[in-house]
């Protein structure tokens, strides 16, 4: 068991199904009381009442207060994991980018607007942000995806730093390919890139709960990510020759 969730009260918004949905479930049987967060209200209440948990449906940007309300009065963790897997180039129409931007990035922004307050007043609070490898590294066919989620990361990396010694955790989770309805919907490029490493929601749970054991702000669950990521930092023009090939190659086969 992981102490630091026993008995926290805690959020997870995109949580009808995938990721969100195995956060909820291992949340709560680590002892947390859990609420459950979906736009679909079918979805989330089907999930709380398997976990014993409190449905809270609605736009991830505005359930705050009333997710405090279902938990007494706390939320302990806010897991912001409600996300837009929007393809596309930089053609993608402005609608799409616009909306990317919102779920990806600024639902993180307003949540954390709103929990701020009491966190630091109290000197304890836990903000885990779903992004994706794509977020550290790039998701080739998907544009407005990579680059809000690069966004996604940008803020819990400064949530992190600035709010640390104030008694602020933040974790960032950057899977790859993860069994979901988002996997699927990405077509012919996460069947070349995403599929062959695609791992199941738990494990991303399970990844998630070591971190918050270790106290780690990076979450990995497929760890060859960090060598991805230093490859990116440290030789930059092969990085990109070699993102560029797998981009050809996913060309080719249209």
């Excluded at 819990?156 to 010694?165: N, Q, V």
């Excluded at 996997?183 to 791992?199: D, K, N, Q, R, Y």
């Amino acid at each position: 068991m992981v102490e630091a969730v026993q008995d926290a009260g805690v959020v997870v918004t995109g949580a009808g199904g995938g990721i969100g949905a195995a956060l909820a479930r291992r949340f709560a049987a680590e002892g947390a009381r859990v609420v459950v967060n979906d736009l679909d209200a079918g979805r989330a209440k089907a999930v709380a009442d398997e976990i014993g948990g409190v449905a809270v449906p609605g736009d991830a940007s505005a359930i705050v207060a009333e997710a405090r309300d279902a938990l007494g009065g706390t939320v302990d963790v806010y897991c912001a994991n409600a996300g837009l897997g929007s393809g596309g180039t930089e053609a993608a129409d402005e609608e799409v980018w616009a909306q990317a931007w919102d779920v990806n990035v600024m639902a993180h922004v307003r949540a954390a607007r709103a929990l701020l307050p009491a966190w630091l007043e109290r000197g304890e609070g836990r903000f885990v942000s779903t992004v994706s490898a794509a977020g550290l590294l790039t998701m080739i066919g998907a544009a407005p995806y990579s680059v809000t989620k690069h966004g996604a990361y940008a803020f819990a990396e400064w949530l992190s730093l600035t709010y640390r010694h104030r008694g602020l955790k933040v974790h960032a989770i950057c899977p790859q390919g993860v069994r979901t309805d988002m996997l699927t919907a990405s077509g012919s490029a996460g069947e070349l890139v995403l599929v062959p490493t695609a791992i199941e929601p738990a494990d991303v749970a399970d990844a998630l709960m070591k971190g918050i054991a270790e106290d780690r702000f990076l979450i990995l669950p497929h760890p060859d990510v960090a060598e991805y990521y230093q490859a990116r930092a440290t030789e930059p023009n092969r990085w990109l020759t070699n993102m560029n090939h797998l981009q050809q190659k996913w060309e080719s086969a249209q």
